[in-house]
T-cell receptor, first 113, second 112 residues
């Protein structure tokens, strides 16, 4: 299995632009998580889905952030408009609820100038 | 305020030395996980402990869950350069099994 696939690996954009991060979970996994990692705040859970349904989005910083999971094999995290303080590494993880093990992607490093 | 605290924040040791890193909380967790993250990669799960007082061994790594399920430790024997990375503990509460809360991590550097 290729594991959790995230794209792009790196994104540099200017303040005010829309940013879309993409994630393909491991086939057969029924939970998907979006995290953000910064030096100051560590690894924070933004939102997670079970069976494509958003369960808890209390970690989403503000309305500029939105996430969708239109099917079991794809999810997006969108920031519109982006701000410099959104600069971070964004991770997607998927999990088979039977085992409880989360598998992380390699992350997207976002820089908002 | 961090729900999970980790210490030390940074650790640099020589190859062959032993070390222990700690994960502490004032909250009770139903399970606790340890991850290792290498630069440019996502965290990788090392172990999950679920029973108070539980000890698990993974080659040179020994993990212990506190009796009260509020703290945990990771001991590495005869550290090797390949052990270098960020060690993260993460706890799950009984009331929210799906949500895992991560600690800030211990950055370990093992010098050859």
């Amino acid at each position: 299995d290729a594991g959790v696939i995230q794209s792009p690996r790196h994104e540099v954009t200017e303040m005010g632009q829309e940013v879309t991060l993409r994630c393909k979970p491991i086939s057969g996994h029924n939970s998907l998580f979006w995290y953000r990692q910064t030096m100051m705040r560590g690894l924070e859970l933004l939102i997670y889905f079970n069976n494509n349904v958003p369960i808890d989005d209390s970690g989403m910083p503000e309305d500029r952030f939105s996430a969708k999971m239109p099917n079991a094999s794809f999810s997006t995290l969108k920031i519109q408009p982006s701000e410099p303080r959104d600069s971070a590494v964004y991770f997607c993880a998927s999990r088979n609820r039977a085992t409880g093990i989360q598998y992380f992607g390699a992350g997207t490093r976002l820089s908002v100038l | 305020t961090q729900l999970l605290e980790q210490s030390p924040q940074f650790l640099s040791i020589q190859e062959g030395e032993n070390l222990t890193v700690y994960c502490n909380s004032s909250s009770v967790f139903s399970s606790l996980q340890w991850y290792r993250q290498e630069p440019g990669e996502g965290p990788v799960l090392l172990v999950t402990v679920v029973t108070g007082g539980e000890v698990k061994k993974l080659k040179r790594l020994t993990f212990q869950f506190g009796d009260a399920r509020k703290d945990s430790s990771l001991h590495i024997t005869a550290a090797q350069p390949g052990d270098t990375g960020l060690y993260l503990c993460a706890g799950a509460k009984e009331t929210s099994y799906d949500k895992v809360i991560f600690g800030p991590g211990t950055s370990l550097s093992v010098i050859p």
